[in-house]
């Protein structure tokens, strides 16, 4: 099985980073017993291009969530490259991400999670 990636954007109608969280939580859920075994999600990168609040509480949040094995891990758009290893390790699990517009772009507005 080549894996499934589910494409989620959190921050579509600008919500407080709880709320943002909140929609991280759900969507692994579902993503889970969907069968899926990756999901891009996109947060943004914050309005003043700084880091943004959803952006540092969704990664907080997927660290929590790593340390709890809740996840496999995750991928910071930044890091997500073919000269990454853990990139390289999540095409095993998921082929389509080799695909994915995003590989290779430093896009510091997405993070990928290994489910």
């Known amino acids: 099985m080549s894996g499934y990636l589910k494409e989620v954007n959190i921050k579509i109608d600008m919500p407080t980073a709880s709320d943002?969280?909140?929609r991280v939580t759900y969507n692994i859920r579902n993503g889970k017993s969907m069968?899926?075994?990756a999901i891009k999600i996109i947060h943004g990168y914050g309005s003043t291009g700084?880091?943004?609040k959803i952006r540092?509480?969704?990664?907080r949040y997927l660290a929590q969530?790593?340390?709890k094995c809740m996840i496999k891990d995750f991928i910071p758009g930044e890091s997500f490259s073919i000269f990454d290893e853990t990139t390289r390790s999540a095409f095993m699990v998921c082929d389509e991400l080799r695909r994915d517009s995003d590989l290779d772009r430093s896009n510091n507005g997405v993070t990928i999670v290994i489910l």
């Open 50 to 52: 700084k880091g943004g």
């Open 56 to 59: 540092t509480e969704t990664r």
């Open 65 to 67: 969530q790593k340390d």
């Open 20 to 22: 943002a969280v909140k």
């Open 35 to 37: 069968g899926f075994t």
